[in-house]
């Protein structure tokens, strides 16, 4: 065992302000070696995302005890047995769904997650199996088989990605989250060809993701909704092509072929169907409520031969898409730097919290010396 300190959620549900409230502990806890498939990782850098906030607040429901981040990229400290396709020093970057890379669901080429991963993350173990972590004795939960907000973490080999050294920490961090999910659902699902214009509904750290990439990709036009006018302004820094606030939207009658909703709320998932083109398609990567609803109308749907697409994690392969994102950010067409609107320190997370939960926040990103 090893001794690490991380941000641990004891308790779902406490209320708002979330920096009185404090429902993240940060504490020092026990970390047992890697076992066989397994790797220790010194993290560098990790990302809060609104899939920590929704555990926080419940949307999410996990297991407590648990040590929270799935969005992390580290410095490989040890290789448990036979791991012998990594290196010591080697940075890798942690994906939150790992992929057995054998079950059904694997064979769809990323359309839908693993089926074993899926049920690990459920849990709250690692894809090998049983958790790694103890507080005073007691077993703490891993979060989606990363729990990056801490020092170290051990995690399945299925759960991280190698980048090359030139890529720094803090961009291969958002690469495994942010980037992944809303860079894939464009590349993976939108497929963008040329002419072919992006409208984003929902400017957070995925639907910022989405942006850069549509914009980086270069087909058309890539377009801003998003009910916060810093964050359409921000859209606007960042090379979209116009912004607006959703209603203005769907009243000037915007289109686009490639439509996708990245806010995780019923209304936004609405917009994104409403500026959806005759013959378009509406790709939706945000996490609502299980209890959300939306009212959209069917026929508008047979008459224009529109499509809605799910796409989780961005429809990603993480082996795949992570180096051909660390490519396309390595030429000059990705800014993952940009997304990163705070650094914070974990002593800070319970007010971060509060930062994203009022939406006035991209991407805060944790540092560890």
Request: some cysteine; glycine content about 12%; hydrophobic content about 40%.
């Given at each position: 065992?090893?001794?690490?300190?991380?941000?641990?959620?004891?308790?779902?549900?406490?209320?708002?302000?979330?920096?009185?409230?404090?429902?993240?502990?940060?504490?020092?806890?026990?970390?047992?070696?890697?076992?066989?498939?397994e790797?220790?990782?010194?993290?560098?850098?990790?990302?809060?995302?609104?899939?920590?906030?929704?555990?926080?607040?419940g949307?999410?429901?996990?297991?407590?005890?648990?040590?929270?981040?799935?969005?992390?990229?580290?410095?490989?400290?040890?290789?448990?047995?036979?791991?012998?396709?990594?290196?010591?020093?080697?940075?890798?970057?942690?994906?939150?769904?790992?992929?057995?890379?054998?079950?059904?669901?694997?064979?769809?080429?990323?359309?839908?997650?693993?089926?074993?991963?899926?049920?690990?993350?459920?849990?709250?173990?690692?894809?090998?199996?049983?958790?790694?972590?103890?507080?005073?004795?007691?077993?703490?939960?891993?979060?989606?088989g990363?729990?990056?907000?801490?020092?170290?973490?051990?995690?399945?080999?299925?759960?991280?990605?190698?980048?090359?050294?030139?890529?720094?920490?803090?961009?291969?961090?958002?690469?495994?989250?942010?980037?992944?999910?809303?860079?894939?659902?464009?590349?993976?699902?939108?497929?963008?060809?040329?002419?072919?214009?992006?409208?984003?509904?929902?400017?957070?750290?995925?639907?910022?993701?989405?942006?850069?990439?549509?914009?980086?990709?270069?087909?058309?036009?890539?377009?801003?909704?998003?009910?916060?006018?810093?964050?359409?302004?921000?859209?606007?820094?960042?090379?979209?092509?116009?912004?607006?606030?959703?209603?203005?939207?769907?009243?000037?009658?915007?289109?686009?072929?490639?439509?996708?909703?990245a806010?995780g709320?019923?209304?936004?998932?609405?917009?994104?169907?409403?500026?959806?083109?005759?013959?378009?398609?509406?790709?939706?990567?945000?996490?609502?409520?299980?209890?959300?609803?939306?009212?959209?109308?069917?026929?508008?749907?047979?008459?224009?031969?529109?499509?809605?697409?799910?796409?989780?994690?961005?429809?990603?392969?993480?082996?795949?898409?992570?180096?051909?994102?660390?490519?396309?950010?390595r030429?000059?067409?990705?800014?993952?730097?940009?997304?990163?609107?705070?650094?914070?320190?974990?002593?800070?997370?319970?007010?971060?919290?509060?930062r994203?939960?009022?939406?006035?926040?991209?991407?805060?990103?944790?540092?560890?010396?």
């Amino acid at each position: 065992m090893m001794k690490i300190t991380g941000a641990v959620l004891d308790e779902i549900g406490r209320p708002r302000p979330y920096a009185t409230s404090r429902p993240i502990s940060i504490t020092e806890l026990d970390l047992a070696a890697p076992g066989p498939g397994e790797v220790l990782v010194s993290i560098e850098a990790a990302g809060l995302c609104h899939s920590d906030l929704s555990v926080v607040d419940g949307n999410r429901p996990r297991p407590t005890p648990m040590l929270l981040g799935h969005e992390a990229a580290g410095l490989i400290a040890q290789l448990g047995p036979g791991v012998d396709d990594l290196e010591v020093g080697q940075r890798v970057v942690m994906s939150f769904l790992p992929r057995c890379g054998d079950c059904t669901q694997c064979r769809t080429d990323g359309r839908l997650p693993c089926g074993p991963g899926s049920a690990a993350n459920t849990v709250g173990s690692l894809l090998t199996g049983g958790r790694r972590l103890q507080r005073n004795g007691s077993g703490v939960y891993h979060h989606l088989g990363v729990s990056g907000f801490a020092d170290h973490a051990v995690v399945d080999r299925r759960s991280i990605t190698p980048v090359d050294s030139d890529v720094p920490a803090e961009v291969a961090a958002l690469l495994g989250c942010a980037v992944l999910t809303g860079g894939g659902a464009v590349i993976n699902a939108g497929r963008p060809q040329a002419g072919d214009d992006v409208i984003i509904v929902g400017l957070g750290g995925v639907g910022m993701a989405s942006l850069i990439t549509a914009v980086g990709l270069g087909q058309g036009r890539v377009i801003g909704v998003d009910a916060l006018a810093d964050k359409l302004d921000r859209a606007r820094e960042l090379g979209a092509t116009a912004v607006f606030p959703p209603a203005d939207a769907v009243t000037e009658g915007i289109k686009a072929p490639i439509v996708i909703e990245a806010a995780g709320h019923p209304r936004a998932f609405e917009t994104a169907v409403a500026l959806t083109a005759p013959g378009g398609t509406t790709i939706t990567v945000g996490l609502p409520s299980p209890d959300a609803e939306s009212m959209i109308k069917p026929l508008g749907l047979t008459a224009e031969a529109r499509t809605i697409m799910g796409s989780y994690l961005g429809s990603a392969v993480p082996s795949r898409d992570i180096p051909r994102f660390a490519e396309l950010w390595r030429q000059g067409r990705l800014p993952v730097e940009e997304l990163i609107s705070d650094r914070i320190r974990l002593d800070d997370i319970n007010t971060a919290l509060d930062r994203l939960a009022d939406g006035r926040a991209i991407r805060q990103l944790l540092t560890f010396p």
